[in-house]
T-cell receptor, first 110, second 110 residues
Framework: DTAVSQTPKYLVTQMGNDKSIKCEQNLGHDTMYWYKQDSKKFLKIMFSYNNKELIINETVPNRFSPKSPDKAHLNLHINSLELGDSAVYFC?????????FGQGTRLTVV | DAKTTQPNSMESNEEEPVHLPCNHSTISGTDYIHWYRQLPSQGPEYVIHGLTSNVNNRMASLAIAEDRKSSTLILHRATLRDAAVYYCIPSGGATNKLIFGTGTLLAVQP
């Protein structure tokens, strides 16, 4: 029973398209995150939500729009995809003591 | 956000202890010290965390310097499965976000 699940696992798309990545957690946590890991393996926080409300937006272009329909879900919608958006995107949820990460979504923009 | 300094890479032999150091001299008084690791092609996973006292769990031990400006993650008997990038992350405060640095790439030789 996966704690944090992301779909899809792989996503290949053309420049200019709009795509979404879904994330669901079954841990009952209030806090969820999106991270981006680039080709150099650097993990960068993008957004943090607490109880469906945005609390951190780390200077991410406004082409990226997170949406939290309920506490268990934090989806990431990306408009007008660019080559530089190619990366692995990780969703995570957090209790008071530890964070649980999904397996990642590898996005390739061609 | 507190800055961290970790060795880029370390090597160990299987079944030997490994000591992974981290300097976090700008840590604030309320920040916990978290350690996460990322195995190849997976999302990060929680290892251990502590505030002032040394901590043990089933995965590792965490030794925290008295002035809290450094800490050491101890794997008591390295296995091949422990080969990963290890991140030390001071975290706390209002946003409580996890900011990943460059980490230490641990190689375990059979």
């Amino acid at each position: 029973d996966t704690a944090v699940s992301q779909t899809p696992k792989y996503l290949v798309t053309q420049m200019g398209n709009d795509k979404s990545i879904k994330c669901e957690q079954n841990l009952g946590h209030d806090t969820m995150y999106w991270y981006k890991q680039d080709s150099k393996k650097f993990l960068k926080i993008m957004f943090s939500y607490n109880n469906k409300e945005l609390i951190i937006n780390e200077t991410v272009p406004n082409r990226f729009s997170p949406k939290s329909p309920d506490k268990a879900h934090l989806n990431l919608h990306i408009n007008s995809l660019e080559l530089g958006d190619s990366a692995v995107y990780f969703c995570a949820s957090r209790s008071k003591t530890e964070a649980f990460f999904g397996q990642g979504t590898r996005l390739t923009v061609v | 956000d507190a800055k961290t300094t970790q060795p880029n890479s370390m090597e160990s032999n299987e079944e030997e202890p490994v000591h992974l150091p981290c300097n976090h001299s700008t840590i604030s008084g309320t920040d916990y010290i978290h350690w996460y690791r990322q195995l190849p092609s997976q999302g990060p996973e929680y290892v251990i965390h502590g505030l002032t006292s040394n901590v043990n769990n089933r995965m590792a031990s965490l030794a925290i310097a008295e002035d809290r400006k450094s800490s050491t993650l101890i794997l008591h008997r390295a296995t091949l499965r422990d080969a990963a990038v290890y991140y030390c992350i001071p975290s706390g405060g209002a946003t409580n976000k996890l900011i990943f640095g460059t980490g230490t790439l641990l190689a375990v030789q059979p």
